[in-house]
């Protein structure tokens, strides 16, 4: 059937995406790689190279699909890659193509080679699980503006035949629509125009019943699949060269009109290339020039620019890897500093803790009658019910709560005992605390009582007292701030009438009081219920509570989880969480090794083989298992809400190693957040939330780095991640700047405590000097960032950290003293550039040394001790005997 329900949409959905996904991060950089490199390839190579895109090979040298074209895409968390594949090998062609331009879906890639100018025609299909989606475009290096003009045509008639194409429109009038607008803009184009303007597709790629022609009177029908492709064919160019251009794309019908299901690199600044101005000469065709608009997206090497000839004999550098995040992290800095402008103004704060800071006040007793009988005899009391301590001043019993008490002093002389009792007073030096104003500026303080007593027991029980009072109420408040962002949840509605879809046999973490069992987790109504398995402890969380619900499968991994970040902490047991997990280990060590019947008659690794089998087999049915129950808890969550919840699922070739608490774990990248899933502590960090990125302690000698990420919200604590390998360093800057997360670079650790708590106190000043850009340099070159830290010696690190001519420089407010050891040890030779040599190598390396030692003389040798000891480092292990006394230099 033609009309589509909503499980058969959404697998064109995906397929939509997928086909979006791999034009515009895969197939346009690359011919734009191609165009930029003038690189010698064939048609039919470039296809092939597109079609790998999902994997290629079999058995042991078998390649799965390239996750870091997929990974890009809307809505490819949870593909089923086995289900995927081409409607048809992709389509390419350019001037060049023997054969002509072919605007059918049956042509082929030629063996030509690719050429370097003129009209390149893409088309590409994918089908996922059946269903199929299709698009096409049209990319012109140095374009007249006779083509300009054509191409803008159709870009206005797509958005036209969008608005035409409806419910109860019949395919006769699609076409004829289309065709109006031809006679009406350019109607010398009439007869170039296609013969029909696209079929209906799903399961069948070509549905010839619903084609898009003159002489079909069929109707649409909402929910129906068409693939709409628009174009002209046998067109003449400036020297009398055929070519043709079209646009196509998968669209769905509406009721009162159609959408698109497949986007991207569409728009003019996207297809166009223009050649540079100055460059007005003719050139003969065999010597095509490069296109000047784009620099390679994704050029081959991330180091030193790569010159190119132009058409006018000049040299163009250009733009590498490196280049290109520069670039754009200067505009994300230039975002981010207008935004932080704009959003304090001046003389605002960030909301820091002390803003609206007053004393509180506590009431002890509501009048005598509630005074404790013990004051009658004017003696020192501790009431701990109310938290005071009463004590006697002139004939007078007078009550103090304990919060206005600072400390107790008991010291002997002679045969006196003398208690001192100190209060809470404003002026008061408290070491780097800010002092609070009192609202009565006329008002007197004691700051301290002492009394005298023969009686030594009877102060020290006083002091012990007192003392344990201010422990406990201390202790109190601070549960009670700990506890303030806890919330209680509404009551969870169960589901009735039917039952409720469970995921049985799971762990939960963090862990229920009792036996460690499994139990099993239910969506209801408006969220989830964790059963134990005695019956007697639950866990309810609603479906408003979850930020993010995340699915990490088991490949490579010891347990499949299905994990949920919450938007507030709730309590379990005694505990408050911010995450729920439920997971069920991956690895079976249930199995027997003893003979069986099978093992009788068989000998070598066939058990090994089946058993490895069978495992794998388990580990994809634990997937599918736990990700369709994260499926139903998102589908169950978005109906209940009216609010989008999505499954993201983690990408492990992302990934990278870092310290964010105490152990080293494995960081992993999603579409929204970055997370460590598998043991606790866990780690969710929302990207969005995130303001900027510094990396640190960023030196070639140094075998470490690490990466503080400073959040939007000023007053929350920056996240410190320590320890990522360096090896690391430019996938960590790269994922960064791909979720446009400014960041910035320094030689050494910052003390953010300081910085924060200044750029707290006057958001606006911070933004007005300059902001993260003059701090931190983000998106300069390194000369320009040290110029900037410079200039803000309000944030500068400890020079002494920096181990270079200016580590006499005065210190500055902010010191490097939470720098790791690393800096010291890491920068030994070990590490250096001689890592890749033999020990061949070395030795001739050692051995010319020497020589040079030995002409130059013993002033010389001690100019370049440093320059010697490399190799001889290296060496050293060649002969442990010899050396091993030496190990500890």
Known sequence: MAVKDEEEMKCIRTAANLTSTLL??????????????????????????????LGSGEGEVAKGPDMKAWSKGRGLNDVDWASTEFCYSPIIQSRSTTTGYDLRSTAKSSSDTIAHKGVFLIAGGMRYKGYCANLGRSIIVDPSKEQEAIYNLLLSMQSEMLREIKDGVSAREVYQRALDIVKKEKPELEKNFVKNAGFGTGVEFRDSAYLLSSKNSKHLKTDMVLNLSLGFSDLLDDNGKKYALHIVDTIRVGADRSTLLTEGAKSTKDTLF?????????????KPSKPSKKAPVKPLVNGSPIKNKTVGGKEEVLMTAAAKIKDHQQQLHEGLQSAGLAKYSEGASGGGEKEGKTWKRFQSYKGESALPREVESLRISVDRKAQTIVLPVHGFAVPFHINTIKNVS??????????????????????????????DPDSTFIRSV?????????????????????????????QKKEMADVIEQDVLLEIKGRRAHKLPEVFVRPALDGKRLPGEVEIHQNGLRYQSPMGSQKIDVLFTNIKHLFFQPCDKELMVIVHIHLKAPIMIGKKKAHDIQFFREASDVQFDETGNRKRKHRYGDEDEIEMEQQERKRRQMLNKEFKLFAERVAEAASTSMGETLEVDIPFRELSFEGVPFRTNV?????????????????????????????????????KQFDLVLIFKDFTKAPLHINSIPSGQLDDVKNWLDSVDIPLGEGPVNLNWGPIMKTINESPYDFFQQGGWRSFLGGGDADSDADEGSDSESEFEADPEELQSEESSADASEYDGSDASDDSGSGSGYDDDSDDGDDWEELERKAAKSDSKRAVEGKATRGDS????DRPKKKKAPAKPKANGKNKKR
């Open 24 to 53: 515009v991060h895969h197939i346009v950089l690359k011919l734009e790689m191609i165009l930029d490199k003038e690189a010698k390839i064939t048609h039919e190579q470039f296809a092939t190279q597109i079609e790998a895109r």
């Open 274 to 286: 223009f050649l540079n101005p100055e460059n007005e000469i003719e050139v003969e065709e065999d």
């Open 410 to 439: 008991k010291n002997d002389e002679g045969d006196y005992t003398y208690l001192r009792i100190n209060f809470q007073t404003p002026g008061q030096l408290a070491g780097k605390k800010d002092d609070t104003p009192f609202e």
């Open 450 to 478: 002492t009394y005298r007593s023969s009686d030594g027991h009877r102060f020290d029980t006083i002091s012990k007292q007192i003392t344990d009072l201010k422990k406990e109420v201390n202790k109190r408040e601070q």
């Open 666 to 702: 494995r960081l992993q990248p999603t579409t929204e957040c970055l997370v460590h899933l598998i043991d606790p502590p866990f780690l969710v960090v929302t990207l969005n939330e995130i303001e900027i990125a510094s990396l640190e302690r960023v030196q070639f000698s140094l």
């Open 865 to 868: 001790d440093s320059d010697d």
